[in-house]
């Protein structure tokens, strides 16, 4: 328990260092790095949506050099294979066998940090080769099963403005990313800066600030930490108040959602309160956690129907009204 104390506080710190050395790169989106350490620490995966050139990439390309772990990009196209994704068998001939055997070569998702960008630009089927390395952490491949070395973090791009020759994502793999993060405009003074740093001759220095051992241990810390039953019992409330069948749905969920979310956000509510807590120095979560992470925890996990797009409601508008009307003290 001491032990758990000391990790806790010794992760406040190196999260001002991360974000220390992030900021000689990435200036701004503050809430999107929150989110993304908090999803990778949950050992869960995030969605980011935004219109190109807001940095995506870059931001975390520079967080994986930051945490010392491989990374990887795959630009998902229409022509993409799902062994261009997990890898494929080659034949090879045995020097001293003179016997052709097959090998498998290792594909782009054996990494600890797997970016994949534009991620709906892709045929349902190659969509659907990252589902069991997202969920189990494995390959199968030639009748083979492979382990991906911890941590793994599947960060996938969307841009919301070109929805032609695109391929949405069905809600079971919508289902898989713990978070959906907006990407949005920097404002007039960073944008100031960025344009001034990017076309002079700066170069960041970046420090490794923690390692892959480090970030397994620091998943492991996230599980042990207690959650009160009050903040247990409002993030399932929570989650039950979106499904149109819950008896205790307000009434606008039934007026509004087709579908609502499941368990899943039950737990990926209460994981990113855990992980909010213990990356601020606080040592239990509590129902603010909650209501901190549930924006970015229900946004795809909503289903709106007709009548709240023909009156211009979307999943965000939901949630906000949703958190006024659930209560918070235990009722």
């Not at 997202?134 to 492979?146: C, D, L, N």
């Not at 391929?167 to 100031?192: G, I, T």
């Not at 992980?275 to 549930?294: F, K």
Request: one cysteine or more; glycine letters at 6%.
């Amino acid at each position: 328990m001491e032990a758990d104390l000391k990790a806790v506080q010794q992760l406040k710190d190196a999260r001002e260092r991360i974000l220390g050395e992030l900021r000689k790169v990435i200036v701004g989106q503050q809430e999107v790095i929150d989110g993304l350490l908090i999803s990778l620490l949950a050992n869960g995966h995030c969605l980011l949506v935004g219109v190109p050139g807001l940095a995506k990439t870059l931001l975390i390309s520079t967080l994986a050099r930051v945490l010392d772990l491989e990374f990887s990009r795959i630009q998902f196209t229409p022509d993409l294979m799902p062994s261009d994704i997990t890898g494929t068998d080659i034949l090879e001939e045995d020097r001293g066998t003179h016997k052709r055997v097959f090998t498998f070569l290792r594909g782009p998702v054996f990494a600890n940090i797997v970016l994949a960008d534009e991620i709906n630009r892709t045929p349902p089927k190659t969509q659907a080769a990252l589902l069991q390395a997202m969920q189990e952490h494995q390959v199968t491949a030639g009748g083979r099963t492979y382990d991906l070395s911890p941590p793994f973090f599947v960060l996938a791009t969307q841009n919301p403005i070109e929805q032609e020759g695109t391929y949405p994502l069905p809600e079971a793999q919508l289902d898989r990313f713990m978070f959906n993060l907006w990407v949005d405009y920097p404002s007039d003074e960073e944008e100031r800066v960025i344009a001034e740093t990017t076309t002079s001759a700066y170069e960041a220095d970046l420090k490794k600030v923690i390692g892959a051992a480090e970030i397994v241990e620091l998943q492991r810390l996230v599980r042990r930490v207690p959650a009160p039953a009050h903040v247990v019992a409002y993030a399932v409330r929570l989650a039950r108040a979106t499904r149109p069948t819950a008896k205790e749905r307000p009434d606008f969920v039934k007026e509004w959602i087709s579908w609502g979310a499941g368990p899943r956000a039950s737990q990926y509510l209460l994981l990113g309160a855990k992980t909010r807590a213990i990356l601020d120095g606080r040592y239990a979560p509590s129902i603010e956690d909650v209501v901190h992470v549930a924006p970015a925890v229900l946004r795809h996990r909503i289903v709106t129907n007709f009548s709240a797009e023909a009156e211009g409601v979307d999943a965000l508008a939901i949630i906000g009204r949703l958190l006024d009307a659930v209560p918070r003290d235990g009722r």
